[in-house]
């Protein structure tokens, strides 16, 4: 059923090409339209149900404080040399404009007075005041409403305003805080380039043919522009993380071009038959088109898993990606088959090898092959068919050492440390990278994750000066500003600041033992209560958050990937091998991130400015994009071994063969996708470095260790087993889509 659609959808398609070209073009116009008419701003809401952190923000906002918006600080330091503030009037004059011309800009609620408490005198210099012990540098706190009432051009504003004083002032001026990082552009414009560029060249090398290269990308671009335009629609909605294009970016990109690349290997495949260009673009995507179809609603299902971890970001997050995965199925089915009916023979030619094409009719296209090629091709077929018949010959070995491989991989995984990279690791060109560490100079790592504890002290009005004294007293406490109470609520809220940063694994254990012990031994057993709030508060809840669902996630984007195997390959043991190989080529994946971002093992061929904790929520969000990934590859390569099995009987034949003709073009898919992800791991942002090496490692072991050796060596040493299925379960499972029928598509 579904091959009848996908055949009359590509036919259609090939046959009225310029037809359907156009309707992508306008789809694509119309998406950009909308998105620039009623689209959002992309913004990182870490708003969780039922973590602490959360309930002090509620009390903060009961309170009024407006402790519960955005903020930016503006760090300054006097250009001449080793003067302070305390030895320098001009410094101390500018310092008062800055201040006051910052305190003018839209939308700020107010802002600290260094200057003012200067010219006060007295012990204003301490930890958490506005200037540093020695007077040489000094902050001005920016406080803005919630990020709902904001824009991108706040945060404009104040970089102009910083620029144009940097001009006028006698003063170094750097800027950051929670603005910056809720409205800067994510990095990702020259990687999408670069990874396009690399996929190009990748897609030459394969096809040999410049036409056949440019199709995939072609494809990709539009689906790109479609499935982003799109993404920023649904941000006039509701709020989507900023990490969310980049991230579609990099599976767009990956899964569109390796679609592209399935049906278009396989079109070839059917034009060297002679086939009708028309006609073979037909039969590529009712044939190829049936696993792309299948591995594109794995990728969706998989992401989709991501509900499950009742972590809200999360879940906008995977919706959003999901959508531009979607859009690349789709146009794999209707844009690419439209494509390849308009180039007509030239996707014939590959290069040198073909240049004999020499006529086309709308029945018959006649070809003049060169020996030298095909011998070539054979060749090539023949090295993939010994290394798999070499395999197969000592299944044991290779299945134990690829296996111990990946396992010694996967061992710093026993380390893996969740948190999310401070201003710290950013690169020292950008300003928050520099004011971050100005602040740390003059005041101290915890100045820049300050804690915010928000208490009700309802029937005990001493709560508070208990709360001061006691956390003050807590050894990873370095001060406690005065306390602010609200009168209209009682609410009263301590700014506190630890003696570590923020992605200090010592400063996750401040905020732990503060709920656990310090809290409850100051508020006793009244009716007050208090919570622990703040950035770093909250971004420890998230991550423990995600580590406590992280199980159930897992369990579930097993369960789903299991039952659509077993549907498709009907078979007990091919989808529990299939998920069992995956998870430790995911694993070797987290293991390799964590040397490279933790240990800091070859950080600094990619950029790393200084070792990183691994961001909360990304392992989370790469299990279920890999592991939708991975099954791409499985189906691919495991219905080609099915057809030959179905074909011929024999098991051992099956899996040389299929696992052969499979080779080379899984190769290819892979390569693109490294290239893509890695272009990725080069980016400014830590978080992205992440997405782009962990997403490369793991489909680059996918796609060699895994499907090269331990698919055809396990599958070796099963047997006839592979394909056991009970009887009474056969009656009961559904027939599915691909593989089932002796044909799969794959090329």
């Given at each position: 059923?579904?091959?009848?659609?996908?055949?009359?959808?590509?036919t259609g398609a090939a046959r009225r090409p310029w037809r359907v070209i156009a309707a992508w073009l306008v789809a694509a116009a119309l998406a950009v339209l909308a998105a620039v008419a009623f689209g959002g701003r992309n913004a990182d809401s870490m708003t969780v149900p039922g973590l602490d952190s959360q309930r002090a923000a509620q009390l903060i906002e009961r309170a009024g404080t407006g402790q519960e918006g955005m903020t930016a600080q503006v760090v300054v330091t006097p250009l001449d040399g080793g003067a302070t503030f305390f030895d320098h009037d001009g410094a101390r004059a500018a310092l008062a404009r800055l201040q006051t011309e910052v305190e003018r800009l839209p939308h700020v609620l107010g802002t600290s007075d260094p200057a003012g408490a200067l010219d006060a005198g007295g012990d204003t210099a301490v930890r958490g005041g506005p200037v540093s012990l020695d007077g040489r540098i000094a902050v001005v706190r920016v406080q803005y409403p919630d990020q709902s009432r904001l824009s991108a051009e706040d945060l404009d504003a104040l970089v102009d305003l910083g620029d144009r004083l940097r001009a006028e002032l006698p003063l170094r001026i750097e800027m950051g805080g929670s603005l910056f990082y809720a409205f800067s552009e994510p990095d990702g414009g020259a990687s999408e380039l670069i990874g396009l560029l690399a996929a190009a060249a990748i897609l030459f090398l394969a096809f040999g043919s410049l036409v056949a290269a440019a199709l995939p990308i072609g494809m990709a671009v539009f689906g790109l522009t479609v499935g982003i335009a799109t993404?920023?629609?649904?941000a006039g909605v509701t709020d989507v993380p900023t990490f969310a294009p980049v991230l579609g970016s990099m599976v767009g990109l990956g899964v569109g071009i390796d679609y592209a690349l399935f049906v278009l290997a396989r079109h070839r495949e059917y034009l060297a038959r002679g086939l009708d260009p028309r006609e073979a673009a037909g039969r590529a995507v009712a044939t190829a088109g049936r696993p792309v179809v299948f591995a594109g609603g794995t990728v969706v299902v998989s992401i989709l898993g991501l509900?499950?971890?009742?972590?809200?970001?999360?879940?906008?997050?995977?919706f959003a990606v999901s959508i531009v995965v979607l859009t690349m199925v789709a146009a794999s089915v209707t844009l690419l088959p439209a494509f390849l009916g308009a180039a007509g023979p030239r996707l014939a030619r590959a290069g040198r090898i073909d240049r004999a094409l020499r006529s086309w009719k709308p029945g018959r296209l006649a070809l003049r092959r060169d020996p030298a090629a095909g011998a070539a091709r054979a060749a090539r077929a023949a090295g993939w068919r010994r290394w798999i018949g070499h395999v197969g010959r000592h299944p044991v070995p290779y299945a134990v050492g690829a296996a111990g491989l990946l396992l010694t991989a996967a061992l710093p995984v026993l380390g893996l440390r969740v948190g999310l990279p401070d201003d710290g690791s950013l690169p020292p060109s950008r300003t928050e990278r520099r004011a971050y560490d100005l602040v740390a100079e003059g005041f101290g790592p915890g100045t820049n994750g300050p804690l915010v504890i928000a208490a009700d002290p309802t029937g005990d009005p001493g709560v508070v000066d208990r709360l001061v004294a006691t956390v003050a007293a807590d050894p990873g406490i370095a001060s406690v500003a005065p306390p602010h109470i609200d009168r209209a609520t009682g609410i009263a809220t301590l700014v506190v600041f630890p003696t570590t940063g923020p992605q200090d694994r010592a400063t996750a254990d401040t905020v732990a033992r503060l709920r656990s012990d310090v809290l409850p031994t100051a508020i006793g057993p009244g009716p007050a209560r208090a919570h622990v709030g703040g950035a770093a508060a909250s971004l420890s809840d998230v991550g423990r958050r995600t580590s406590q669902r992280l199980p159930v996630v897992v369990a579930a984007v097993l369960a789903v990937s299991f039952l659509l195997l077993m549907l498709v390959f009907r078979s007990v043991l091919v989808p529990l091998k299939a998920v069992l190989l995956n998870l430790l080529s995911i694993g070797a994946a987290y293991g390799i991130m964590v040397a490279v971002f933790q240990w800091g093992w070859g950080g600094s061929l990619i950029g790393l400015e200084a070792t990183v904790p691994i961001v909360s929520f990304i392992p989370m969000f790469l299990f279920a994009i890999l592991f939708g990934l991975s099954m791409d590859y499985e189906v691919f390569l495991l219905s080609?071994?099915?057809?030959?099995?179905?074909?011929?009987?024999d098991n051992g034949?099956?899996?040389?063969?299929?696992?052969?003709?499979?080779?080379?073009?899984?190769?290819?898919?892979a390569l693109v996708m490294v290239a893509v992800f890695l272009s990725f791991a080069v980016t400014e942002d830590p978080s992205t470095k992440m997405f782009g090496l962990g997403l490369a490692t793991a489909i680059l072991i996918d796609a060699t260790v895994v499907r090269m050796v331990l698919v055809p060596a396990t599958m070796t040493l099963l047997g006839r087993a592979n394909w056991w299925l009970p009887k009474w379960l056969d009656r009961i499972l559904p027939r599915g889509p691909v593989g089932t029928d002796g044909t799969d598509g794959t090329g």
């Open positions: 059923m579904l091959s009848k659609a996908l055949l009359r959808l590509g993404m920023t629609v649904l509900a499950v971890a009742d972590v809200p970001f999360m879940t906008v997050g995977g080609r071994v099915r057809e030959e099995y179905l074909r011929t009987g034949t099956a899996i040389v063969e299929g696992v052969s003709r499979t080779a080379r073009i899984i190769t290819s898919a």
